[in-house]
């Protein structure tokens, strides 16, 4: 530590300030960190004899989002002196825990006439931890007056050398004392990381003026300010940042510089995806594997394998945060999925079984399994006769406690723990009866890879719901699990390879049951460092931060939740740590971290994948150069004659300026936006070939009604400015960067000249909507002078319609969509207040019996009803809420947004050959455009008010084509019943299952609101979906989370079976070998599924009948028929049965060792238990857990 004194007056202001100093004096300005800045709330000043500062009000020039932790402190009852150096160190400047001081450096500037001091003053410079440092003071206050503002500052950093990319933590305490009693002293300290974009550090409210001077009557203590003079010190302790983001702002961080990574984003809820595929990556062997899948003729969006495959590229060579967009889409998941946040190793295991798919017959068949598969023997031992039941089976990951064991040793240890089975639970024996017994399990092998699954959610039965175990659980760099290996394992020979296993990564899961975050602590080479891959940013840890701060310890008295679920506010950062917990470990096995690790070369990614990526990022960049040409460019539209003749809508043309697209048939010209609009006319000369005195442009300008019109003739003095400024006319403030726009007027050629413009005169547009043909057909522009009567141009107008001299015609004024003004033809131009770039519409005036013919054939009798048509129109996408029903179709329809609930469900009973009166329509949900409530039955409802997104007249009008416009979504059901007739019913979801449950059905019915069992049979039967002859024959049941909870009498209410959680309501025809069952000596046993864990039912569970004296292999074989499955597949279905006769803990599966034993046995098959089929689970589930683990994951690509 060096204390170093200077007693001098203030260094002079530059008249110049360095680009340092302006740069700390703006810096200060956005940073105030004083006790009193409302940016932090602060526990105290450090005083010796000063006064309590006075609270000052918050101002609004705190900077937003600190990263220094900054604080005051107050010494109330210490006295001690300021240049006691040490002792104020100990006070102000405690170490902080975890982080190594380079350098302490103590300074004091005594100034010596504060009156003198410029507006803004440097003390000396001194060095501390070799960076020149020095106080930044603005004695009047820095952007306030009632507060003095001081700043710790690396000094001038260009002068020194310091490099641009230069950086310095520092913890510091600044003080002032009173120059003749160095025990009187006030002081604030804080912490932060100094760079060339922060080059100073303080507090704009360091404390009060008016207090400088004066003495606290209340405290006897202060002023600081005596004799014009002040002290002010430094106490600063320098602190190595070992990671090189210590309280990084990560403002313009790179992660690709910083680490060689990059992170992924976040869609929503995806970060525990994030968090695996990061460690998916770094497993170098498995991406090489994923690598090898043939993807040529592959859709990324559609295959999962060249999804993931770009997805694992971009990690590689992409400089910015990837997106996992593609890769959702391929696995079927639509936005919704997104925002469900699913487990890990649910995830894990379900995309490993679509890539072993995948893989199968390509050069990376197999590689997962050598990869992450090790092989795990359960056996049973008699131990007073030599008799041994075993078997070996796969495993892809291993699920350890974390609930009563302290460390991954005793996990294992538990998880291999052996149970005696003796008294009433002894063990039946082939040819020896029940015999004493040990049960257990024992590793026969473990994975190059090996992923450990750390049971930190669990369920609680005494509470029936899921909870986070967030105890202390420690696991090590390195471990040997030669403990947990078989006998025969270990005795392999000397070319067994050691079970060292190093740590490669850990998951880390911070939060509880109902939601949190997931981040990867990943070292990816085998010397390297560790990482933190937290969604889009990549930055390096120490190894604390990765082992201390991830073992968890559950604080008392949270109950398993966070603090701010608990409403704690005291320490919830610190408390918040407690429920930041390893979640999954990935261990390599030492001897193979050069394999695994090795690195990815270009002439591993295949050649396709390259060449994709490589044209896609072209055609990227040549997007961004037209977006940067565009900051120079200018897009100009011209509107001509030959354009309007073929406009059928409203308008001249519909410009979106946003995406700058137009009507087809409208030129475009791409002229440099300071080029003058004389070069633009002459570029127009050159495309039409037209001659200088033959044409005129004209602006067009949006209307405040929101229309578009021709609006004043370019001239000479307009050629001189430049094409930008012709755009900012043609353009709403809104979207600057829009077209500009032009109407092209060539001379008639009939006269070769054009009109000779006076005062008065008017151009407006002509169409003409021909009732008979049905279409609408611009006749061009016509001059007329403003006192000239409306009626004058009737006559050329039937010479422009080629119509007879004696036509009736009646005229209309375009004034906005749906909108058409009809024209008095006794009034003036002026009087009918048309302008240059008004648009006259004109027709036949029909008659009588032509209404009624033109009604009669759903035709439009005036170009009003027309325009009302157009407009009106929109094109709905019908979809059904259950695509797999006969006769469901996806349909889209263009209608009239005022067609009412029948004339909609006509429509689409035509297109789907369905009777309308059964159509009920569903409302899509504005976000996930899933099915969301049935619309009520209201004959008059229009289908503008059926679905919220339909366009509207406006916004059709603007759009530049009907199918330019998103469709909207309604769903619609088939119902077996009108719906008139669903007041007193209800519908009720069904599971249909038949002799083989292969062949189970999903069947929606209609029974009474308050029906019975016997109603949803008969129902069933008039729809043909059971045999009524054997109705008499019909079980219906209810089942919650794969576990069957209630056998419905044929009398009994039903109730609302799918509002419960995880509910689902089976009808099934009950087996022949049930109804012949003795009911004497046979049992009715429930059958469940569950996958590895029998706490996690899936699948159908049925009842099935067990015989007296019938050997297992009989038994089996009758229930893989009743399944319905294949040899193939039952071959990988295990036989246990599930031990529930303690509620309070969990479900046990007991394996089936002997196919000539029987169930009924005495000490075999409990009253209470059931018969397990441990299988994997296909399905897309609900679970009754709700919180992060609702719905079941899957993957479709």
Not at 609 to 614: E, G, M
Not at 1102 to 1123: G, H, I, M
Request: aromatic share 8%; proline share 5%; charged share 25%.
């Amino acid at each position: 530590m060096t204390v170093h004194e200077t007693r001098a007056t203030p260094s002079p202001p530059s008249t110049a300030p360095s680009p340092n100093d302006t740069t700390g004096s703006n810096a200060s300005d956005a940073s105030e960190m004083g006790p009193d800045n409302g940016s932090r709330k602060t526990n105290g000043e450090t005083q010796g004899n000063a006064p309590p500062p006075i609270q000052q009000p918050n101002d609004n020039t705190t900077r937003p989002t600190s990263v220094s932790d900054s604080e005051s402190v107050k010494t109330r009852d210490a006295k001690f002196s300021i240049m006691d150096s040490n002792n104020t160190i100990n006070h102000l400047l405690p170490e902080i825990s975890d982080l190594e001081t380079e350098e302490v450096k103590v300074f004091h500037w005594h100034i010596e006439d504060w009156r003198a001091l410029e507006p803004r003053c440097h003390g000396p410079e001194f060095t501390a931890g070799g960076f020149p440092w020095r106080i930044l003071l603005f004695p009047r206050g820095n952007n306030q007056r009632e507060s003095v503002s001081i700043y710790l500052e690396v000094a001038d950093p260009a002068s020194h050398g310091l490099p641009d990319d230069w950086h310095v933590c520092a913890q510091f305490s600044l003080v002032l004392s009173n120059p003749e009693d160095s025990t009187n002293f006030y002081a604030n300290h804080a912490t932060h990381r100094f760079s060339a974009d922060e080059i100073d550090w303080g507090f704009t409210r360091f404390y009060e003026l008016k207090a400088m001077a004066r003495n606290n009557a209340t405290t006897g203590k202060g002023p600081f300010l005596v004799n014009n003079s002040v002290v002010i010190s430094v106490f600063v302790r320098v602190v190595k940042d070992e990671t090189g983001v210590l309280w990084h702002t990560f403002a313009n961080y790179d992660s690709r510089k910083e680490t060689g990574y990059v992170g992924i984003k976040n869609q929503g809820a995806t970060c525990y995806m994030n968090s695996l595929l990061q460690s998916l990556y770094c497993t170098n062997s498995f991406r090489k594997a994923v690598y090898q899948i043939p993807t040529d003729s592959d859709k990324p969006t559609e295959s999962v394998s060249l999804a993931l495959q770009r997805c694992f590229y971009n990690l590689q060579y992409s400089d910015l945060p990837i997106g996992t967009t593609e890769l959702t889409k391929s696995f079927g998941w639509d936005s919704l999925e997104a925002f469900r946040q699913h487990d890990v190793q649910e995830f894990n295991r379900v995309l490993q079984d679509r890539l072993e798919e995948k893989m199968k017959g390509t050069p990376a068949d197999g590689a997962i399994s050598k990869l992450f598969v090790g092989k795990m023997k359960s056996y049973i031992k008699c131990i007073n006769v030599d008799y041994e039941s075993s078997r070996v089976e796969d495993y892809y990951d291993i699920q350890l406690n974390v609930k009563g064991c302290k460390d991954l040793h005793a996990s294992f240890d538990d998880y291999i723990m052996v149970e005696t089975l003796e008294g009433e639970n002894k063990y039946m024996a082939e040819g020896h009866g029940l015999q004493d017994a040990k049960k257990g399990v024992i590793f026969d092998s473990f994975p190059p890879v090996l992923h450990l699954q750390l049971k930190r959610f669990e369920y609680d039965f005494m509470r029936d719901t899921m909870v986070k175990i967030n105890d202390r659980h420690e696991f090590p760099e390195e471990i040997n699990l030669d403990a947990y290996c078989s006998e025969d394992a270990l005795n392999e020979g000397s070319e067994r390879d050691p079970n060292d296993y190093v740590l490669h990564g850990v998951l880390v899961h911070s939060g509880d049951l109902h939601g949190g975050h997931y981040f990867a602590l990943i070292k990816p080479d085998k010397d390297g460092k560790w990482y933190r891959f937290d969604d889009d940013r990549v930055t390096p840890v120490t190894k604390k931060e990765v082992f201390e701060e991830n073992f968890g310890d559950d604080p008392v008295g949270t109950n398993g939740s966070p603090p701010f679920l608990n409403g704690m506010r005291n320490n919830s950062a610190r408390l918040m740590k407690r429920f930041t917990n390893a979640y999954m470990l990935v261990y390599i096995r030492k001897s193979q971290l050069d394999n695994v690790l090795g690195p990815v070369v270009d002439d591993d990614i295949p050649l396709h994948l390259k060449r994709r990526v490589s044209e896609e990022r072209a055609i990227l960049e040549r997007r961004r150069k037209d977006r940067e040409e565009m900051h120079l460019h200018v897009k100009v539209a011209v509107i001509t004659d030959s354009s309007f003749a073929n406009r059928q809508e409203f308008d001249l043309a519909v410009f979106d300026d946003k995406n700058l697209e137009t009507t087809p048939g409208v030129s475009i010209f791409k002229v440099a936006k300071n080029d003058k609009v004389s070069n633009l006319k002459q570029a127009i000369i050159d495309h039409y070939r037209l001659q200088n005195e033959k044409f005129r442009l004209w602006t067009i300008v949006h209307r405040t009604n929101k229309t578009v019109r021709v609006d004043q003739p370019v001239t000479p003095a307009d050629e001189k400015s430049s094409v930008e400024r012709l755009r900012n006319l043609s353009c709403v403030a809104s979207h600057a960067a829009g077209f500009a726009k032009l109407y092209l007027e060539v001379a008639d050629s009939s006269t070769n000249k054009l009109v000779n413009l006076k005062n008065d005169s008017i151009m407006f547009f002509l169409k003409y909507f021909d009732i008979h043909q049905q279409k609408i057909i611009g006749k061009g522009r016509m001059y007329v002078r403003g006192g000239d009567k409306v009626g004058d141009i009737i006559p050329k107008l039937r010479e422009r319609a080629d119509l007879p001299k004696d036509a009736n015609l009646v005229l209309y004024e375009e004034v906005k969509p749906t909108m058409l003004d009809h024209m008095n033809v006794k009034e003036t131009f002026t009087q009918a207040e048309i302008q240059h770039g008004d648009i006259v519409c004109f027709q036949l005036a029909p008659t009588d019996m032509e209404w009624k013919e033109l009604h009669a054939r759903g035709q439009y009798a005036t170009v009003r009803e027309y325009f009302s048509a157009v407009y009106n129109r929109v094109i709905v996408k019908f979809q059904p809420k259950s695509p797999e029903k006969e006769g469901s179709q996806e349909v889209s329809l263009t209608l009239d947004r005022r067609t009412n609930y029948n004339g909609v469900a006509r429509e689409l009973g035509k297109a789907l050959g369905a009777d309308p009166l059964k159509i009920l329509f569903i409302t899509a949900n504005p976000i996930t455009k899933q099915p969301k409530d049935p619309l009520p039955y209201t004959p008059r409802m229009a289908l503008e008010n059926m679905a919220s997104s339909i366009p509207t007249a406006a916004e059709y009008a603007h759009a530049i084509s009907l199918e330019s416009i998103p469709q909207p979504v309604i769903y619609y059901d088939i119902l077996d019943v009108n719906l008139a007739d669903l007041e007193s019913k209800k519908s009720i979801e069904v599971n249909v299952l038949y002799p083989s449950l292969r062949d189970e059905a999903t069947v929606s019915v209609f029974v009474p609101r308050a029906g019975v069992a016997e109603d949803i049979i008969k129902a069933l039967c008039s729809k043909g979906k059971l045999d009524s002859k054997y109705s008499e024959h019909v079980r219906v049941y209810e089942a919650v989370d794969g576990k069957i909870t209630t056998i419905f009498s044929r009398d009994q209410p039903i109730g609302n079976p799918g509002e419960k959680m995880g509910s689902v309501l089976y009808v099934e025809q009950i087996p022949q070998e049930e109804l012949e069952m003795n009911i004497e000596v046979d049992r009715l046993v429930q059958v469940v599924n569950y996958h590895k864990e029998p706490t996690r039912f899936h699948g159908v569970p049925f009842l099935f009948v067990v015989k007296k004296d019938e050997s297992f292999s009989d038994t089996k074989k009758r229930l893989q028929q009743r399944l319905g499955v294949g040899d193939k597949q039952w071959q990988k279905v295990k036989c246990t049965i599930v031990k529930t006769s303690n509620p309070t803990i969990d479900p046990e599966a007991v394996p089936i060792e002997q196919d000539d034993c029987c169930l009924l046995k005495p000490g075999m098959l409990g009253v209470e238990d059931y018969i397990g089929l441990d299988r994997a689970d296909k399905s897309t589930r609900t679970s009754r857990f709700g919180g992060m683990f609702e719905r079941g994951i899957f993957i479709r690509g």
